[in-house]
């Protein structure tokens, strides 16, 4: 799929718009004079734009769904500062878009998916202990596995909520944690696989459809369950994967929440286990606090109350 | 291995007793004139008994170690009124105890472990859905997970701890399942399968050696994970295994403990599910209080404080 | 008093519709024009239907208020494909209704109370113990009781919220806890008696005016020491009332919430009681959640959040 | 019964010590020249003595038990700085002792209980609601209750367990609860039966059989239950009783623990609930925390740990 | 600053309102016919009105912003019953206005301000213990710290949520203090300088703008925390106070909230930090209940649900 | 004080040890010939050795305490393959031991404490914002708190239990904080500040006398409050300090035990709060569990249950 427009570059009036993007919200309206029009909300990964149907609302309202690729004919114009597509025809642009081509309606993490790649082949390819070095070539050659696993945001909703969260937040933990074993010991090959599986099963707990949202197994089974499942798998086909080893990764996988209230069938037992774990909830906390304070300040110091978090925070003043 | 002659057996002064039994405690004390002897408690499925070593104690203490089944030559004495072995020759029995012969040590379940598998089987082959019979099929040629979810107990030291446990407890609560199902609707065959594998990674969280104890993945993984992963391991090998069965069946096992805090990273979520976790707790809660009233009431009515459940049992007169 | 037109045999336009229905909303609004009109929704025990008076608005009003049963004058009209009814006349239908005249307004058991009674004097007519046996002699001549017992719901809003709830539930125990005892053994007398007693407090606890609502005694004691004193209350007429059995079933009442934190001033502490105590966990959640589902899917599989049990739940697929 | 010599008297090598006193301790040891003898622990309401039996100990040893009155012949002698009494002859005193006869051989308030008798029967003379004035006359003639009320100790282990403890600390609670409507406002009437009537079930559930411990019943239901069904027994008794004082009352005491975890079946819901519910919180902690003070002092500032308020406590230097 | 008219003296059509009033709320909007008008929520300490501009709403938009207090020229009128100010001219009243002068606009203590500072002065007088008594001196000294105790709010949105609550709340514990003392012992100055100085630290944590808020370091550090830095600010300066007295008085800040969950760094530890605790969670929780009943009956009989407290409460009938 | 000849030099039967050590054990006991004998354990940095004193035990016993730094004058000899000290002199070796002279008798970092004090310095030395380098210049003229803060143990009985053990904590923090903030951005100062500072309070919390305890004030306030307390003392030393840094700095110290349940008055509100009590976390909890694995194997593998952790904890197999 090829896209040239993107919402950012929507500046000025009557601009013609004939590209895809993403449909977010769709309704459809009576005016006054009781005359139907459609209400749209339109997305690509540089933002959102308000789109409006005023002529064959029924025709139109058939060809497409909420979360659809639409293909889009339209000109912009502006409405109380802000731009607006008058859409003159519009419909589904094709079933089953790839999941590279999704990259394009959904915003992305900003350190870059293709340097997080990078970074992430060279930790694995420093790993010392040969089996763990066998585990992730399987790995990098599962590309069903790897392109989510490249793509996926690390949440739905709390942090890392953007394409290529879920590598971002993986590689972080694994640069912080080859630091923590520099500073504190411990065995750096397991704590770097660990930081790199600890969420893989992300990628069969989340779906992307329109947004990012749980698969019904992602509900039923969760993350650390389908991870332990699809790690697994891998091992199996490792003749002579020592027990131990195999025993430590799955153990990070379901212990890595920290406590039973969280969803960890085990407390972290490893000092390795400690670490993932620890690691896991500062880049997770530390992200998704600067998510909400990118969108939720209620003044220049003060974001609004996290639901979640229990807790406004505070921006520190810069210098 | 054979055994004739068991605790229970040892009732008379001066009787030989030359036969296996294994040692649960052992240690070296000295007398005031500071000859040392060995005291020793030996256990069979029937009781415990304990022994003397008064000659040669250095030579017998290399040919055997705490949780050995050993070959024992002795007589039969009473002191204070119970019985007891002065022991001639005591030395290990030979490695590697089949598990089947482990039942001439350990306590087993009342009900019969005969009986157990007969319902076992009955419950297995009355499944409707063809896929669930395969499973059990395939389940039921894997004679070493059978025979160890035949054998085991359910626990190590809080309900069902003698061998046949685990077995007496899952078809306890297909009974139950089977019933309640009858009474408020359900898929009963989702029911009775759950019943009978929701606690089926016991057979690796567990191991029996001496007295029954958690394995090294026993402790890192837990029953629920290590469950999860046998299931899988199973319905990988049954084409076409329709994956919400799969994923339904794998669900009951993590969320069989109700809440995250109880090690289920998730909770029950279906009417299955739910069904499976209440009659668990009714099935472990009602037996464990059974088991603490066995050993451990302070009067006719009242039990000491039982730890883990936090209060005293108070156990109903009869008639 | 007598209905003849249920809200479920309003099918088409123009139907003469003169019969008592409920008020469960009432509310005066006006037209653009200043005009003002009143929109009702009105109930029976076979739904909602909504109603609209054009003319005498302010008379009208002063003639019946919410929760009112009231008299009816009308004729049916369908707008926006949904009937209503436009009202002529309407006026408070009489105080008092009798208990028994309410299952016309409100929705009931489909396991059809009568079928329940029968079910219910099966089970006091089999209690062994005689003490027992007349403590249900007294209760089942307590007429005021027992209508409340036979027609009340379980609960409020969370589960059998419709008439014959509560009995309802409370089979549905006696019967589990009578299979529950026949496979792992206890006294079944008590686990009936508990069954059919544990919630009786709830027939003081709750009143019907309009809909399901809290006496003030409800709120002030709950169900749990409102059911103490009315079983004290019968007992205490019982010569040679075995002390034991009185405490048991005072026991199980006051124990049945399990814990603490759910407002058990005592733990359940016999077998029995923790029969009930989990039975009743199982009853009222599973019954709990198909009610949620019955009315808060999200898509064919996944309900709503349920805000008090905190999960969605799966729906299994049939077949 | 009559008793002389009380422990705190013998002070003095070779007295004659003949009286009675409570069996706390019994037990029969052998001398290393293999000859029985018997270690009794006794006390009265002044403190414990050791008391030594030498003689014919297999015939003494059936004449009494753990936790009954004696009649003891005996005499003084000093051993390691501390007096001990060596016993000629020693049997039980008597069946059921009367409870008032009890005082002599427990330790209690050091407030006085006929001073608090007189401070009750002021609290009771002062109601002006006719109808909780005649409550307490009622209560007032049940000498059963009554007496257990002026002579039972508050708790068994906690805070003021002594006798006239509950006295002690229900009066405490009306003078203070006094004070808080004198400033804060509020139904003094109903903060004063509600301190005087909120721990009445613990006279139904503590007995006094050698110490303090709880009945049957008061392990099954618990104070809280047993105060409802006592108060609602006298409530019934009183024509014209207003229902919302019957209700306040009984709420008072099913709330005093403040909170479901603490066995409340309701949080304190009214003004009048919530200051019997801090008031006895203080009051109870603070006693219990001084009684802790009395008896477990490290050094002069600092308590040993309590494990049940989960600290230590610090003693203000005087001054 | 003076001030005249108050909104309780607005009883009349047509009044001439030239008064100054605080700006609660403020919105522009548009009729229409689309012109601007601006609608106002004025308060003083007697209440709120509303308030209208029909003419140069942009100009006047840009003299006053919400939470300002401004002058306001103005004639009254009703509508749908209820005063309203149509207003000509309205501009800020002049920055930084006294504290003093803030209680013309707020709702004040009930109590009567005036005669809690003569309470307080007396309280602080009869200290005995000399270097406590310099504390007080030092304290009645600064007077920017004193305005601030005198006029806050004891909390922002709990209880005593008006000017003067926070010298209410203390002087109430004082006097509770001093009788609870009296009923059952302990050091009354330690009592009676925690209770004065338990929430000092509110007079930094809240700030007056417009209405009651956090300050920044109110937010980030907490009234206990401050607190104690303004209570070793005063201790520095007396030379030789007594180590013990100045560690009880911080231990009484710090632990003032009971337990650790309440945000309290450390439980309490000594009698008086006991009685204070138990005292202050009765003054807050008694107050913030009549709060809350003032404004949130749902009958004469119960409130609405309280989210902070999680439950309704119940109003005594009188007499 | 000087020190020659320590526990790890005592190798060989019958040296002669004459130099000073610390009493942690002090027993007097009689042989069965009932002469008197003492028992004493000894200790230096190197380890524990018994002592036995024969005669004149009555005047040794005047001349010293137990938690006694003495001067001892004894020859060695070996009992059951452990080396011994009998004692012929042993008194009190002087008052008030400088801290530094503490050294000898307590284990201490492995870390190297003058290593640790050249990296704290140079972390103090690269602070670019000014007023906290000012803050560091200030505390590192403080000898009083520093050698204490380089001397004093993290904690008495947890994590970091030896001398230096506070230094070595806070060091670990501030690399790792440093390397954090490369990885995810912060205020590197802050991080780095609020590492070094954020336990300062211990250094008052804490006492060294025998062995580690609290003092009466750090178990009244707290290292939290105490830390408070000295950092606000430093900052108001230093003019224009801004208050936004200085409350930061307080919000870590008061935060950094991440939630209110651990004594920690206020959650983490900023990232840099959040990164210091995360690290505190991993570095406390993972260095806790080495030194428990130090000491409490119960096989090659796994740990003994660790009570405060509520974990047995598994250490991986080498290579």
């Given at each position: 799929m090829k896209k040239d427009i993107?919402?950012?570059?929507?500046?000025?009036?009557?601009m013609e718009v004939n590209d895809a993007f993403m449909v977010v919200k769709k309704g459809v309206l009576s005016t006054k004079n009781s005359t139907k029009y459609m209400n749209l909300e339109l997305r690509d990964k540089t933002g959102t734009i308000e789109g409006k149907i005023w002529d064959n609302v029924d025709t139109f309202n058939n060809l497409f769904d909420k979360n659809d690729i639409v293909s889009v004919k339209s000109r912009s114009r502006f409405y109380q500062g802000r731009p607006q597509l008058t859409i003159n025809d519009i419909r589904k642009a094709?079933?089953?878009?790839?999941l590279a081509d999704m990259r394009m309606f959904f915003a992305e993490s900003e350190a870059g998916i293709d340097l997080l790649k990078e970074e992430y082949y060279q930790f694995t390819g420093q790993l010392q202990e040969p089996h763990m070095a066998s585990l992730f070539s399987i790995l990098n050659n599962r590309k069903d596995i790897l392109e989510k696993f490249f793509l996926y945001p690390a949440s739905i909703g709390v942090h890392h909520v953007y394409m290529g969260g879920l590598l971002e937040h993986s590689i972080s933990l694994a640069k912080m944690g080859t630091h923590v074993v520099h500073t504190m010991g411990g065995n750096v090959d397991i704590v770097i696989a660990g930081a790199l599986l600890h969420d893989i099963g992300k990628v069969e707990e989340i779906e992307i459809k329109g947004g990012f949202r749980y698969s019904d197994k992602g509900r039923l089974l969760g993350h650390i369950t389908l991870g332990v499942m699809m790690l697994e798998d891998i091992i199996r086909e490792i003749p002579g994967f020592p027990p131990h080893i195999a025993d430590i990764l799955l153990h990070i996988i379901i212990s890595h929440h920290g406590i039973e209230e969280w969803g960890s069938p085990k407390k972290p037992m490893s000092v390795e286990a400690l670490m993932v774990h620890y690691l896991d909830n500062l880049d997770a906390k530390v992200t998704g606090v600067r998510e909400h304070m990118k969108e939720n300040?209620?003044?220049?110091?003060w974001t609004a109350y996290h639901r979640l978090y229990e807790s406004r925070f505070y921006k520190l003043p810069e210098g």
């Amino acid at each position: 799929m090829k896209k040239d427009i993107f919402v950012k570059h929507i500046t000025k009036e009557n601009m013609e718009v004939n590209d895809a993007f993403m449909v977010v919200k769709k309704g459809v309206l009576s005016t006054k004079n009781s005359t139907k029009y459609m209400n749209l909300e339109l997305r690509d990964k540089t933002g959102t734009i308000e789109g409006k149907i005023w002529d064959n609302v029924d025709t139109f309202n058939n060809l497409f769904d909420k979360n659809d690729i639409v293909s889009v004919k339209s000109r912009s114009r502006f409405y109380q500062g802000r731009p607006q597509l008058t859409i003159n025809d519009i419909r589904k642009a094709g079933e089953n878009l790839a999941l590279a081509d999704m990259r394009m309606f959904f915003a992305e993490s900003e350190a870059g998916i293709d340097l997080l790649k990078e970074e992430y082949y060279q930790f694995t390819g420093q790993l010392q202990e040969p089996h763990m070095a066998s585990l992730f070539s399987i790995l990098n050659n599962r590309k069903d596995i790897l392109e989510k696993f490249f793509l996926y945001p690390a949440s739905i909703g709390v942090h890392h909520v953007y394409m290529g969260g879920l590598l971002e937040h993986s590689i972080s933990l694994a640069k912080m944690g080859t630091h923590v074993v520099h500073t504190m010991g411990g065995n750096v090959d397991i704590v770097i696989a660990g930081a790199l599986l600890h969420d893989i099963g992300k990628v069969e707990e989340i779906e992307i459809k329109g947004g990012f949202r749980y698969s019904d197994k992602g509900r039923l089974l969760g993350h650390i369950t389908l991870g332990v499942m699809m790690l697994e798998d891998i091992i199996r086909e490792i003749p002579g994967f020592p027990p131990h080893i195999a025993d430590i990764l799955l153990h990070i996988i379901i212990s890595h929440h920290g406590i039973e209230e969280w969803g960890s069938p085990k407390k972290p037992m490893s000092v390795e286990a400690l670490m993932v774990h620890y690691l896991d909830n500062l880049d997770a906390k530390v992200t998704g606090v600067r998510e909400h304070m990118k969108e939720n300040m209620e003044d220049e110091k003060w974001t609004a109350y996290h639901r979640l978090y229990e807790s406004r925070f505070y921006k520190l003043p810069e210098g």
